[in-house]
């Protein structure tokens, strides 16, 4: 059975462990084992810090994993989460094949304008920022790096879900369609 | 010679490719060559997209770089430029060693407080942002995998340096000591 790593922000949230739950259960629909980050059994007694144990338990669950699942939703800001974002670009360079989905439908330039005061230079016909600095305008879901690491590694863009705004970090609608895609993209090499 | 690729979201300055020089300049003082995105030649008449072709003209240079420095000052929020952490994330997947900087001292917790209104629940002993979710408190400059990545793929803490706010994008400091703790772990292994 092979093996996803399930990255995104809801490990942050309150009910991270059912959530992580539900996520592992679609997997098992769709043939899959999901590795997900609580799984890990970090013991509060030991000397060394929690954060690194945290950090190489991830690392180890990620090199296990045949592919990636990332919740690339926007979090605190106008992008994805970063800790995610370190994991996708893990993946792309273990050779891992990455799938990711966000909750929103608005793409990084029209979230940008909601979350600063943007202004066209029309002479450079670029968006910049409030320090000045270009603002990318690709139609993109997040900076570049991002969407086409996923297009190249995973071969499908980004699967872009129209969440209730409550609901943006449990909404699994988008995850569902990446279980889908690669359940689709493994039976086209089987 | 050792190339090194150059990430940060200087790319986006409007002074981006004399920075770009600087920062290749002081790679050469070090003995080093300095490989950064905007070397890439993208002629705007080529029928693909613009934004796959930068994609994949960072790869391979990433791909053709010994090392990386990151440049992880916050941008557009409270965390580093998501692409930079992407091309973090690719850098340590492929077993490339990765040194870091940012050009505040601040750590995430303390940037979350001022970014948000966080709140403190004694009985989880957590600190939670406005939408109800956990901010990691661990002293580290942004989420635990980036410090990680750093520490375990570089050997190397991320370089916390207290730039003025006009400089913070432009300030070299943290990126020259990066370069010399690379000189210095280089001449370890020779």
Tied chains: 1, 2.
């Excluded at 338990?57 to 090199?63: D, G, H, K, L, P």
């Excluded at 974002?85 to 793409?107: D, P, Q, S």
């Excluded at 603002?135 to 900076?143: A, C, S, T």
């Excluded at 995850?175 to 493994?186: G, K, N, P, Q, V």
């Amino acid at each position: 059975m092979l093996k996803v790593y399930l990255a995104g922000p809801e490990v942050f949230l309150p009910e991270a462990i059912e959530l992580g739950a539900r996520k592992k259960r679609l997997c098992s629909e769709y043939g899959f084992e999901g590795l997900y980050p609580f799984d890990n059994e970090i013991s509060p007694t030991s000397e060394e810090r929690i954060d690194r144990r945290i950090y190489r338990a991830n690392e180890q669950m990620i090199r296990r994993a045949d592919f990636g699942i990332c919740n690339l939703t926007p979090f605190r800001g106008v992008s994805a989460d970063p800790g995610t974002v370190l994991e996708l670009g893990m993946m792309a360079g273990l050779g891992k094949r990455v799938f990711a989905y966000t909750n929103t439908v608005r793409n990084y330039l029209e979230r940008s304008k909601l979350h600063d005061t943007l202004t066209y230079e029309s002479s450079g016909n670029v968006w910049l920022d409030a320090d000045g600095m270009a603002v990318e305008d690709f139609g993109n879901v997040d900076n570049l790096m991002i969407d086409w690491a996923v297009a190249e590694h995973g071969a499908c863009p980004i699967v872009r879900h129209d969440a209730h705004p409550a609901e943006i970090y449990r909404d699994l609608t988008g995850f569902e369609t990446c279980l889908r895609l690669a359940a689709e993209a493994i039976s086209k090499i089987a």
